[in-house]
């Protein structure tokens, strides 16, 4: 059988992968028509809204929904219908840390994969590509197919592929334009390199072939755990050598260029930080933690922990009474907290006693109230409220603190009046720019003492 023509696509998630995903699958592919399904109504109706309030902040998302949406982009609650009509259908449903049960606080909770993929089988009346988007530990398109083979009905087969997702939020869709790669994995079986084939078919729409890596179903779910640890490694490394620049007067900024020189190092990812946030480095790590600890390598398993316990570390170290602190999306250019640095800054300065007053450009304040809430648990947020406040200013969150944490790189930090805010500020006036964003220069004429991260106080 030759591999079959992709024509219809249906995703399941409408989160921050499949929404910008399959949109721009969508605008790329204007003869194959893509449905994204989600369970959360809320989630569907700001996809479908009509001014275009989308439910997730990505810069250049929202011209792409207005090309497709309604041409051959539709977003649905209607899960069943999605997978009955698709050819081939992406799962990138959310996969967090599990909170409970075996494995909990490192193996990822695949309770959302697999009822999705339960549904597949009982919806499906005719073969299906299925492919994981969702990012999951290694061999679990073994156990989608064995649920899907043992629920599927007669004349229903499914091809099972994994396509991992590489964008990284706040450039997704110039990640998605122009990706470094796609990386696509299936058993090396007739039906499973045809299935490939189709998929490639898809990606060929926009992606040069040479930049679609075609490799095992293993090898694919793997390497983006790898991809993630590796990335977060070389964040842990720069900082743990943060600490001893300032403990020696070397300039971290100075290291990591002259290390970043070095062609088999490369300059990326070896900016130091208040620590990584984000919902997939620590979640990926963990996982691959722990999934070295059930195949019984602790040595692996305790070499990639110390990578999450490094970034521990360092938000601990930026935990000193009034503190303001600018920003709390876990980087620029988008409204997405989770595993935000801020977070776990907010919560040290708070077991602190210290007052915290919170300003970001983009992250509404039920979002910052509903964090908080989640990370200092058994603490009612009435009592979280008393220490914390929310302004929706720069200057107005500055006015009377001590000192003020940079937690997220946005670019209009750097463009603050900031002899207003030294003026308004207690002295001696402390600024801590944990993301090298603000000229420390500038900062100390006007009278502030600057840290910033990996710079020693003697330079
Ligand atoms: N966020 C990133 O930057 C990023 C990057 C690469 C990979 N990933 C991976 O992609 C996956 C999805 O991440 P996300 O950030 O998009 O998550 P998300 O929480 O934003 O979105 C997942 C969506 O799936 C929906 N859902 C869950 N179960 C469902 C079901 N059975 N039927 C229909 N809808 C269902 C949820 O309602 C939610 O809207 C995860 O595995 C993540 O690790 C994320």
Same mark, same amino acid.
């Given at each position: 059988m030759a591999p079959v023509k992709v024509k219809k696509i249906c995703c399941i998630g409408a989160g921050y992968v499949g929404g910008p995903t399959c949109a721009v699958i969508a605008l790329k592919c204007p003869h194959i028509q893509v449905t994204i399904v989600d369970l959360n109504q809320s989630r569907v109706d700001a996809w479908n809204s009509?001014?275009?309030? @989308?439910?997730i902040y990505e810069p250049g998302l929202e011209e792409v929904v207005r090309q497709a949406r309604g041409k051959n982009l539709f977003f649905s609650t209607d899960v069943d219908k999605g997978i009955l009509e698709a050819d081939l259908i992406f799962v990138s449903v959310n996969t967090p840390t599990k909170k409970t049960g075996v494995g909990a606080g490192f193996a990822a909770d695949l309770n959302y994969v697999e009822l999705a993929t339960r549904r597949i089988a009982a919806v499906a009346t005719s073969s299906k590509i299925v492919v994981e988007k969702s990012t999951v530990p290694c061999r679990t398109a073994e156990s989608m197919r064995t649920i899907l083979e043992a629920n599927s009905k007669p004349n229903a087969r499914f091809d099972i592929l994994s396509n991992p997702e590489f964008l990284a939020e706040g450039t997704a869709i110039d990640d998605l334009f122009r990706p470094d790669r796609v990386l696509i994995g299936s058993l090396q079986t007739q039906e499973g390199i045809d299935a490939c084939t189709s998929l490639a078919e898809v990606y060929a729409n926009w992606v040069p072939r040479e930049r679609?890596?075609? =490799?095992? @179903?293993?090898s694919s779910e793997l390497s983006k755990l790898a991809a993630n640890a590796m990335l977060a490694q070389r964040i842990s490394s720069i900082n743990a050598l943060s600490a001893i620049c300032e403990a020696t007067g070397a300039n971290i900024d100075e290291v990591a260029h002259a290390v970043g020189y070095d062609s088999r190092v490369g300059p990326k990812f070896l900016k130091a930080s208040v620590g990584f946030g984000g919902s997939c480095f620590q979640k990926d790590i963990l996982n691959l933690?722990?999934?070295?600890e059930s195949l019984h390598l602790p040595e692996v398993a305790a070499y990639w922990r110390q =990578?999450? %316990?490094?970034? %521990?570390y360092q938000k601990r170290r930026f935990a000193k009474k009034r503190i303001a602190v600018l920003g709390f999306a876990f980087k620029a250019d988008t409204g997405d907290t989770r595993e935000s640095a801020s977070i776990t800054l907010i919560r040290d300065f708070l077991s602190e006693k210290a007052h915290v007053?919170?300003?970001d450009p983009k992250v509404e304040g039920e979002q910052i109230w509903q964090d908080l809430a989640e990370a200092?648990?058994?603490?009612?947020l009435e009592t979280i409220k008393k220490s914390v406040t929310i302004h929706n200013g720069a200057l107005s969150a500055c006015t009377g603190a001590e000192a003020i944490v940079i937690a997220t790189e946005w670019k209009e930090f750097r463009d603050i009046d900031w002899q207003a805010v030294y003026d308004s500020m207690n002295k001696p006036a402390f600024v801590f720019d944990g993301r090298m964003l603000l000229d420390a220069k500038k900062l100390r004429e006007i009278g502030f003492n600057v840290t910033v991260i990996g710079r020693g106080d003697r330079l």
């Open positions: 009509p001014d275009y309030k @989308l439910p679609v890596l075609t =490799v095992g @179903l293993w933690v722990y999934l070295s =990578v999450v %316990e490094m970034n %521990e007053n919170v300003y200092i648990p058994g603490t009612p």
